[in-house]
């Protein structure tokens, strides 16, 4: 699969968007002013990241808003997925991937992957971290008024997850740029609480 990398020339200012293979760790390109742009991308650029720009192509360049809503939706299920095959495997559990995969078909919908993989990196789960950080708290408030900040892994199916399957499953077409842009930005939080909680593991674990 192909996504996009949105950079800036460094030498005319335009924007440029770079296509790559999604597990390309090298990507090179020209602006058109002739300045030869490359970038490496290193294991932080995770693959959420990678599919969720995808999205942002697609609501720029195409302005296929559901199309953007089906890979936003993507990039947070393929963001946990990895977490779950990397905290699995680090804490020695000796399993498979094909059992790993048919492990997380069993947790069925996203709710339930969020609690289940977030348990993996903090004890007390998803909900516990989300009530105990203060920034992640205030930034929903403020910014995400369509999340229940009690109930946020239930909000992401909701507001995130049930629009993507109405594209996939049922065949919709009819959601509008604003649409597009909430989930986008649904997605980026899925993202950051889900590299936080990652980076808390890494911290605190104990090889």
């Known amino acids: 699969m192909k996504t996009s990398l949105f950079v800036k020339c460094d030498r005319c200012g335009k924007g440029n968007h770079i296509n790559y293979i999604l597990n390309d760790t090298d990507v090179k390109s020209a602006c058109e002013c002739g300045n030869q742009l490359s970038y490496s991308l290193g294991p932080e650029f995770t693959i959420g990241q990678r599919i969720l720009e995808r999205s942002r192509y697609e609501f720029l360049m195409n302005k296929d808003y559901n199309l953007s809503i089906v890979f936003s ?14 905290w699995s495997n680090n804490i020695g559990s000796n399993i498979s ?8 078909r069993k947790f069925g919908n996203i709710e339930n992957k969020i609690q289940e993989v977030s348990k993996l990196m903090l004890s007390k789960g998803f909900k ?4 105990n950080n203060r920034e992640i708290l205030k930034n929903i408030e403020n910014d995400y ?22 594209v996939l499953h049922l065949g919709f077409s009819g959601y509008t740029k604003n649409d597009a842009k909430r ?13 936080k909680m990652d980076e808390y593991k890494s911290k605190h674990w104990k090889k």
Do not use: H
């Open 73 to 86: 939706a993507m990039a947070v299920d393929c963001e946990l997925s990895n977490l779950y095959f990397k």
């Open 97 to 104: 991937d094909q059992e790993l995969e048919k492990s997380l």
């Open 128 to 131: 516990e971290f989300i009530q």
């Open 145 to 166: 008024p369509s999340l229940n900040k009690n109930e946020v892994a239930e909000s992401f199916q909701q507001q995130l997850f049930w629009p993507r399957n109405r």
């Open 183 to 195: 989930c986008f930005n649904i997605a980026t939080l899925g993202l950051q609480i889900f590299d």
